[in-house]
């Protein structure tokens, strides 16, 4: 009757023991054991822990082979663990019980694996990735093709893939390794490390990373990096700005990138070998932007040559970064200061993240617009319009050395404050209708001579529907003036 209406089969019991429950729902503990009994089942132990536990879970514990039957055929995962760690084969009892759930896992399994490989072919990773992250395709495919080695077997299963991000800072590094952390791992948290390595400059701080020694402070806790290992010994691990690392740092890390393991500081070895490591770095970050700006530049006039339309017809995969740049440049700047081949020796691969093009620039500004409007729709049910001109306004505040938080700040600063000041004076109201439209700051400038010219300069200024008869946009006045922060594209 419950699968017929719809009841899912995988959904784990979120009751865990009596005192548990009684100190969450503020009931007396008997109160809880009697409900339980009644309402469920009265010939489970009071002493043990049931949470997670699935509908399969039960159906073992109470040793009923058709309701087993029925679960496996509605799709229950025979391996689904409890917060235990148990499998539902943990409670049988039966030889006959036992089998059924050896063979269905199997089957199960299998099942996965080829509803799984179905999907990576209909939807590739680079495909998912794109989706989430403007640009980047160089980085993206080199990533995704090293994935796509680990799941499809063709890779070397006793050491854990390792890679380093080189680029400027705010240009989808630590983006991309979340990404990939969603797509390996259903639970995110669990599934994605992020340690940041600036709090790591020290030496003693290797306790905090690998937990202290016994009879030290702290030993009992574990260290940060260890303590999440040994939950989730498949997770993606990034380690955020690596270089900033004390160099005995990077020697227990020669190890966890060699062999796949790591010894804490209780002594105990945790197995990592299905991990992976994404480390960031800015080393290098100038001359890696330069060479792509130049190369993009040479691209530009290969493309007129050609009779290109626009540089934005120039893709950025067709940017890549040469093999005699990276030996001749970026490596002597990464031995210069890791001082040691054998750790760089262990990467598998080095992504190299590219400045962002003119059209990924116009793409990051929409969907920071997008962003915006989305939330003027749902706290304060306005509209919010845009022209393109203010698009190319907004990518002129773009800032090599801050890549995508350089645009974040240019809408807050152009955009989002204005739209903060009318709200605060009640010049917008909900169900309103707002434009975003292009303005010269100055409507006429007097030359030397004392004649007038018109002005070059242009800013973002807010206009809102009048729905009355007329039904135009009209400038929103702020005082005396247009733009009441007056601003100009490139000003602090």
Not at 40 to 67: E, M, P, Q, W
Not at 416 to 431: F, T, Y
Not at 455 to 466: A, F, V, Y
């Amino acid at each position: 009757m419950l699968l017929k209406a719809g009841a899912d089969v995988q959904l784990g019991d979120e009751y865990s023991n009596s005192l548990k429950i009684a100190r969450e729902k503020r009931m007396n503990s008997l109160q809880v054991l009697l409900t339980r009994e009644e309402e469920f089942f009265d010939r489970l132990s009071n002493r043990a822990n049931f949470k997670g536990c699935t509908a399969l879970h039960y159906a073992v514990l109470i040793d009923d082979l058709n309701i087993v039957a029925q679960l496996l055929n509605a799709g229950a995962n025979p391996s689904a663990e409890n917060e235990l760690g148990h499998k539902p084969y943990d409670y049988a009892r039966t030889q006959n019980m036992k089998k059924t759930l050896i063979d269905s896992e199997k089957k199960f399994k299998e099942m996965q694996a080829k509803k799984e490989l179905e999907g990576r072919r209909k939807y590739p990773l680079e495909q998912r990735l794109k989706e989430h992250i403007i640009g980047q395709e160089g980085a993206i495919n080199n990533v995704a093709a090293a994935i796509r080695r680990k799941e499809n077997g063709w890779y070397d299963e006793d050491h854990p893939l390792v890679f380093l991000f080189l680029g400027s800072s705010g240009i989808g590094k630590t983006e991309l390794a979340k990404q990939v952390a969603k797509y390996l791992h259903k639970d995110v948290k669990k599934g994605f490390v992020r340690i940041d390595m600036s709090e790591y400059q020290e030496k003693h701080e290797v306790a905090k990373f690998i937990g202290s020694p016994p009879g030290y402070v702290g030993h009992e806790e574990g260290g940060q990096l260890t303590k999440k290992l040994t939950d989730y010994p498949n997770a993606v691990v990034l380690f955020d700005e690596v270089d900033k690392a004390h160099p005995d740092i990077l020697t227990i890390m020669l190890q966890l990138f060699d062999e796949g393991r790591l010894t804490d500081g209780k002594g105990k070895t945790i197995e990592c070998k299905d991990a992976l490591f994404i480390m960031t770095s800015n080393l290098a970050n100038d001359e890696i932007a330069n060479h792509a700006i130049q190369l993009r530049e040479e691209a530009a006039e290969v493309s007129k040559l050609k009779h290109s339309d626009s540089l934005e017809d120039i893709k950025v995969s067709d940017v890549v970064i040469s093999k005699k740049f990276k030996d001749h440049v970026v490596q002597p700047i990464l031995k210069h200061h890791f001082r040691r081949d054998e750790f760089l020796g262990r990467i598998n691969e080095i992504v190299y993240f590219l400045p962002f093009s003119p059209a990924e620039l116009s793409k990051l500004v929409v969907k920071e617009l997008k962003f915006w409007a989305d939330r003027a729709r749902s706290k304060h049910c306005i509209e919010l319009t845009w022209d393109h001109l203010v698009v190319d306004i907004l990518t002129s505040g773009y800032n090599v050395n801050y890549g995508a938080r350089s645009i974040k700040h240019e809408v807050e600063r152009l955009v989002v404050s204005q739209l903060a000041l009318a709200h605060e004076r009640e010049l917008i109201n909900k169900g309103c209708t707002i434009r975003l439209c292009v303005t010269n700051v100055d409507d006429l400038l007097k030359t030397e001579d004392g004649k007038e010219k018109a002005s070059t300069e242009k800013t973002i200024k807010i206009q809102i529907l009048d729905k009355g008869k007329s039904n135009k946009y009209i400038d929103l006045k702020f005082g005396n003036e247009n733009n009441p922060f007056n601003l100009l594209p490139g000003d602090n």
